[in-house]
């Protein structure tokens, strides 16, 4: 079969390649998110914004990923990985150079809901391509590898920040996130649509010629592919609707992974997004608020790397959990920090596991379930995991504006992590190792 020759390719320059158009992707969406955290409290001074309305200018990002990871899941599962990828790309980089001319804060608004919905829907269908041509053994390693490119874009946004922001002021910031526009024809010209799609919609001519072309790119002896491997295996057709990914074979891994999504993005966006208006809040000059966040920042990249290291060994279900349990101690002593070393020391730590999850999640995510609604699960997951995001931006300003209340916020963070990780240990499955037709056949038995 073609697919047994895609899992027969050896790990080579393709692969690697793939991996940094997707991974550029994830860059530039984290940096429009940092970007955005590191102007809130420079707006807030400049617009005389309240907390509260700051908080909106975070979550309606959120209210837009949300219905951009479901719509985009749901599309490309119908229509092909590469276009809506490229499609989305568009989306929230001219929308992030309006953001730039935004000439008061309802207009500002819109501008935010939009990029959301062009980053909510890229992030799921990069992460579903990726799997999907990511062979067995290191697919784990893969996805946490592409996922890391988000740390990488937090240091982007950091950098900008501290240099260009202070000399500039913010729109510069919005300017420079509309360049990934220009991104757009590389994913054109070098990114191939995903071969188990191409097979699994029946139009076996052109995964032929992608897998034809692998191969020789690849230095591998090919051979002309027969009529017996264009036939694809008999495999169940599932709707693209959200109703199976409640249906018995799905139920309790989707009741799993969209409260292990929804605790994780809560937590994320309520700590990151708010992260220099904390630190300033806590009586740190804001300039200094721009480095010890990048000096936070920098924690994620070796967190990223554990679990790259972990996950194909130890399992994601293990992994997830340990690298939760770890993100909900460390925001708790975060929290409770009362000198800048302390900040310090545990915002890294917290920053090192909280984004080694996040590679981990993005990994598990495509795994739980079959091809044909591989998307549309990675989507709705995302989508639901959202809502936490809508809603901790918010929530985090209310707090912010009732001084007794601000200890409540990392108690509040560490339980949910703490939650989440449990959810995973007592719920998940372990897929590691285990190939996508693998996983595929588990459904097909489990549905005959």
Sequence with gaps: MVLERLERLPVGSFHYKLLVITGLGWLFDS?????????????????????????????????????????????????GRKNVFAATVILYSVSTGL?????????????RFLVGFGLGGELPV???????????????????LLESFWGVGWLVAALISYILIP??????????????????????LHMPESIRYLMSKGRVNEAKEII????????????PITE????????????????????????VRTLMIWLAWFGIVFSYYGIFMWLPSIVFA????????????????LAQLPGYFAAAMLVDKIGRRYTLSLFLLMSGVCSYFFGDADSAIAILLWGAAMSFFNLGAWGVIYTYTPELYPTSIRALGSGWAAGFGRIGGMIAPLLVGVLLANDAMIELIFVMFASVFVIISVIVLSLGIESKRKSLEEIDASFKSANS
């Design 282 to 297: 806590q009586g740190f000059e804001i300039v200094k608020s721009f480095e010890y966040v990048l000096i936070m920042t």
């Design 99 to 111: 953001c730039a001319v935004a000439w008061n804060y309802e207009s500002l608004l819109v501008f």
């Design 212 to 223: 034809l072309s692998l191969e020789k790119n690849l230095n591998v002896a090919s051979k």
């Design 31 to 79: 940096m429009d998110t940092g970007l955005i955290s590191f102007v809130l409290p420079i707006l807030a001074k400049e617009w005389g914004l309240s907390p509260e309305q700051v908080g909106w200018i975070g979550s309606v990002g959120l209210i837009g990923m949300a219905l951009g990871a479901v719509l985009a899941g749901t599309i490309a599962d119908k229509f």
């Design 228 to 251: 017996d491997e264009l036939k694809t295996k008999e495999t169940h057709s599932f709707n693209l609707t959200v109703a199976t990914l409640w249906s018995k074979p799905f139920r």
């Design 126 to 144: 990069a992460a579903t391509l990726m799997s999907e041509y990511a062979p067995t053994q290191l697919r784990g390693r893969f996805i946490v």
């Design 167 to 188: 000399r500039f002021g913010w729109h510069i910031a919005f300017l420079i996130g509309a360049l990934p526009a220009l991104y757009v024809f590389i994913i054109r």
